[in-house]
C-alpha cells in the first residue's frame, strides 16, 4: 500500500488477498500507525485493523524514526538509513530479522545495523559558572569532547543565566569550522536583578529582601560558602518567579 497523493486516506483493506496459513503473510505499507485525532492524515492504519488482516508482519514506512511492536502481526519501521535533519538525532540504519514458523505459530526476530555515514546530536551546556568568553569556549569544547567532525552533526543549546550574554557569533565561528554541518541556539536567560525598585508587598520583594538579609549575615559572618549558596539560591528564586521554571545550575 503506497502513496497516490502528497496526503492519503485509510487504505482500503478489503482488496489485500486473504492471508494464507501456509505462506509467511507480509504486508508493506507507507504510513501511519495508530495517528493521534486531528493530525494530518498519512495512510492512517490502527493496530485493530492490522490484527485483523491476519497477516505475520507489517513493514511500514514513511516517518524516519524507528518503532517495533510484537505481536500478530509484527510491526516494525526501520526509520530512514541516513538522517536527514537535526530533528532526527541518534543511529539511523536498517532493520535485519528472520522470520519462522514452529509448532504453528509464525516468530519474528530482528536487529537493528547502523549504516548511516553520520549522526546528528543534540549537546545543552549550562553556561551559568561561564564567568568569561573562554570559560564558554571551554564548556563547549567539553560537551563535544566525544563527537568527532568525520562522524557528528552537532546542534548546541546554550542554557542557563550566565553573567555576561554569550557572544554567539564569536562561538560558532570558533567551532563551527572543525564540522560538516553545526547549529548553534542561544536558550540562556539574562542575570535577573534584586531587590531595587520592588514593592515590598509583591512576593518577588519579600523574597529578595529576606534573601538580601541573609546574604549580609554570612558576608558578616565570613562564610563564603554560605553567601555563594543564598547568592544561586536568589538567582534560581527569580528565575522560578519571573519565569516559572528554573536552569538547574550544573553540579560540583
Known amino acids: 500500500f503506497g502513496f497516490t497523493a502528497y496526503r492519503q ?3 482500503d483493506f478489503s482488496t489485500l488477498p486473504p492471508a494464507r496459513p501456509d505462506w509467511f503473510n ?8 495508530d495517528m493521534p485525532v486531528g493530525e494530518i492524515p ?3 492504519v490502527t493496530s485493530a485493523q492490522l ?11 514513511h516517518f524516519h524514526k524507528p518503532f517495533e511492536a510484537a505481536g500478530s502481526p509484527y510491526t516494525a519501521n526501520p526509520g530512514s538509513p541516513e538522517p536527514l535533519g537535526f530533528d532526527e538525532p541518534g543511529e539511523h540504519g536498517v532493520l535485519v530479522g ?11 526476530t530482528t536487529h537493528r545495523v547502523p549504516v548511516a555515514a553520520r549522526v546528528y546530536v543534540e549537546r545543552r551546556v549550562d553556561l ?6 573562554d570559560a564558554c569556549k571551554l564548556a563547549l569544547a567539553d560537551a563535544l569532547s566525544d563527537c568527532s567532525p568525520e562522524r557528528h552533526l552537532p546542534h548546541v543549546r546554550l542554557t542557563g543565566t550566565p553573567l555576561e550574554a554569550p557572544d554567539v557569533d564569536a562561538l560558532a565561528d570558533w567551532f563551527g569550522g572543525d564540522w560538516l554541518l553545526f547549529r548553534l541556539t542561544d ?6 536583578g534584586g531587590e531595587a525598585g520592588l514593592s515590598f508587598e509583591s512576593l518577588t520583594g519579600l523574597f529578595c529582601r529576606n534573601l538580601a538579609e541573609r546574604l549580609a549575615a ?18 534560581m528564586g527569580l528565575e522560578a518567579l519571573a519565569y516559572g521554571t528554573v536552569h538547574m545550575p550544573p553540579e560540583r
Open 9 to 11: 486516506g485509510s487504505p
Open 26 to 33: 507480509l504486508l508493506l505499507i507507507h504510513g501511519t500507525l
Open 42 to 44: 498519512y495512510h492512517p
Open 51 to 61: 490484527a485483523q488482516t491476519g497477516y505475520d508482519y507489517a513493514a511500514f514506512g
Open 98 to 108: 528472520s522470520i519462522d514458523r514452529r509448532n504453528g505459530s509464525v516468530r519474528v
Open 128 to 133: 551559568s559558572s561561564c564567568a568569561s568568553p
Open 187 to 192: 536558550d540562556t536567560r539574562p542575570p535577573l
Open 218 to 235: 554570612a558576608d558578616s559572618a565570613g562564610d563564603r560558602e554560605q553567601a555563594e549558596a543564598l547568592r544561586r539560591a536568589r538567582q
